[in-house]
């Protein structure tokens, strides 16, 4: 039987989170139970529920903490004095180093599964995607205004690829590929701003 030692209840929902991410990494989200993310955690499924009622309820909130924190990862490098090509690098260079803390690879495999496997949950995952594809956008736009982007260009479009680009980053270091990481994120990126930048 697993002895658990009692913990406050917020450090022990930061632990099931820690927990919840690290089995979803190497298991997939479909093949993680409550009695996996307990015994992960030290806890005895019963112990489990005094911090969330169901799976369903952890995933919720790993998918609201992986949001605030992408969301934060924007705010902290959006200057105002900086071009808005400048700040997207910086956004979508710490979101490339985040990989490796594992929130990049949390939000892929949550949002990919939860989208096909859970309906309940998809409005949330929306609304996650959502605030952070309009994030990016505002970026792109006023890159525009100002005329360091690409005029005419399909922010909606272009938005969803530098998530995209996080996000097949992810899939490559879920394979193990750590050391191509950050190669291929500088050549990733790359080929991202020559498609957004004015071309004088």
């Not at 979803?24 to 409550?34: D, K, P, Q």
């Not at 956008?137 to 998530?163: H, N, P, Y």
């Not at 394979?175 to 790359?190: C, F, N, P």
């Amino acid at each position: 039987m697993v002895k658990s030692v009692r913990q406050r209840h917020d450090v022990r929902q930061v632990q099931i989170m820690e927990a919840v991410t690290r089995l979803i990494t190497t298991r997939g989200l479909e093949s993680v139970t409550i009695k996996d993310i307990a015994h992960e955690v030290g806890l005895t499924e019963g112990a489990l529920y005094r911090h969330f009622v169901s799976k369903q309820q952890i995933l919720s909130y790993l998918i609201y903490q992986v949001g605030e924190f992408l969301l934060d990862s924007i705010r902290e490098r959006v200057e105002e004095e900086q071009s808005a090509l400048v700040n997207l690098e910086s956004i979508y260079r710490a979101q490339i180093r985040d990989i490796e803390d594992n929130w990049g690879l949390a939000l892929i495999v949550v949002a990919g599964a939860v989208v096909f496997e859970d309906a309940d949950l998809r409005p949330q995952v929306g609304f996650v995607m959502a605030q952070y594809l309009d994030r990016i956008k505002t970026l792109l736009q006023e890159g525009i205004d100002d005329g360091s982007l690409r005029s005419g260009m399909d922010t909606d479009a272009a938005s969803f690829t530098f998530f995209s680009s996080v996000q097949s980053l992810a899939g490559l270091w879920a394979m193990g590929e750590t050391s191509q990481l950050a190669h291929m994120g500088d050549q990733v990126w790359d080929i991202y701003k020559r498609g957004i930048i004015r071309v004088a």
